[in-house]
């Protein structure tokens, strides 16, 4: 890669840490917050869940703002919004000002993470550099993740105020290193697309609905009324979304993108990849902190051989994707993460670490780490460069879903388990494990065409990645 691409990736995985690094930074700060600023408990949820929900529903509008407006320039501003809020969260002495900082937040990130990726797949060939660069990314944000997970506990030890301040350091950082880095959006030579107002909305509107009913479900319930109508209203506005998608000339989404068998197939392994391993976490830290009685920042730590697991996955990924294409790491990647995963069963009231949930949690990381990588590849290959950025909001779209509905599947089945204590985690591990099986089985089928094509498997010329290539990053 030349220094040039080198700099503008640096850039664009730094933005991506900080986002990961985001998502984990604030589980351990909580309690500490709600003491600090007298927090309710709904309060408290939704510092974590706005960001959640507002990253999810505003997804779509980034990444097909990024390809109409220009993707550095959504990149730019986004990033400094986000760097602002940071600022802001973490001066503020009201606990809904607070919340309204995280959700802004999520809406940035939103924009940025589309952006990024799509400035990735666009200034990156398909072939050995785009591998190379996807896993660059993907080791980012898995890094990012175990940072947050570390950072967290170390910062709140301080203060839980520089859980917000750390961010809008490296946020200001890399605003200052955009411009001089990232190539210029290229000129907008004829008529530009006409903004679809209404499909916006729908979309947004309806995603917003659809990850806020699944990330309240656990708590108040399926058959509450929220959950009931929101999903209702979800289900309206998506289906009112196809329609007017139907009728524009220039959609917000050209629902002809669909037909690339290996695109549809990427998106619904992402939702069976998200469910399974961001499910799993959620039951997993609970366990250890509830059954094992691990304090919050060793379970965070407890984490981390995973994190270092999934590092040493996305690294390797790329020369496994060149010699075998990406059906074949993608299948095999998600029935690692699905045995380890299933090999938490073997956990009980007392669970050795090293001889029970070490081998379970490096198994998971490696295999999570090289399907994360393949099923990426797979949503953004063969799309023409003017909709890398509705592929890339789409892909990433798809692991937010699923990871709203892993949590909820979760929460529900240990909630109902007939019987408490370490059986009711065994069915909840159970549960989400089986969504590795459903991402295999579509992987296996949709990840290759029968004669095979460029979309569908890897160049051959990506047998062998230059040494040298750096490592990679993702959200894990």
Known sequence: MSARKNLALLVLCAQLFLDSMDVSLMG????????????????????ISGYAVAYGGFLLLGGR??????????????????????????????GGLLILTRVIKGVAAAFIAPAALSIITTTFPEGPERNRAMSMFGLTGASGYAAGLV????????????TFFVPFVVAALVLLTVRSVI????????????????????ATGGVLLLVFALTRAPEVGWGSSATVVSLVASVLLLVAFVVI????????????????RTLSTANLVGVAWACATIGWQFIALLYLQDTL???????????????????????????????????????????LQGLGIFLFLRAGEDASYPAVL????????????TSFLSFNIAGVSGVANDKQGLAASLIQSAVQLGGGLGVAVGAAVLAGAATGGVSGYHHAFLAVGLFSLVGALASALGLGAPGGNEADTAPEEAVAPQQGAGLESGRA
């Open 28 to 47: 351990v700060a909580l309690p500490e917050m709600q003491d600090d600023m007298g927090l309710s408990a709904e309060q408290l949820q939704w510092i």
């Open 151 to 162: 950072f967290s506990g170390v910062l709140t030890s301080m203060s839980w105020r520089l």
């Open 245 to 260: 998608q139907k009728r524009r000339n220039d959609p917000l989404v050209d629902l002809g993108i669909f037909r690339s």
């Open 293 to 335: 009685h691990y304090s919050a920042l060793k379970a965070g730590m407890a984490i981390v051989p995973m994190a270092a697991s999934i590092l040493v996955a996305v690294n390797i990924a790329p020369r496994i994707i060149g010699k075998a294409g990406l059906r074949v790491p993608a299948v095999i990647g998600l029935l």
């Open 65 to 94: 703002a990024a390809d109409l407006f220009g993707r550095r320039r959504m990149f730019f501003w986004a990033t400094a919004v986000f760097a602002v809020v940071s600022l802001a969260g973490g001066l503020v002495s009201s």
């Open 358 to 369: 070490l081998p379970a949690l490096v198994i998971h990381g490696l295999g999570n780490g």
């Open 183 to 202: 190539a210029p959006d290229e000129a907008n030579e004829g008529r530009r697309p006409g903004f679809d107002a209404f499909g916006a909305v729908t």
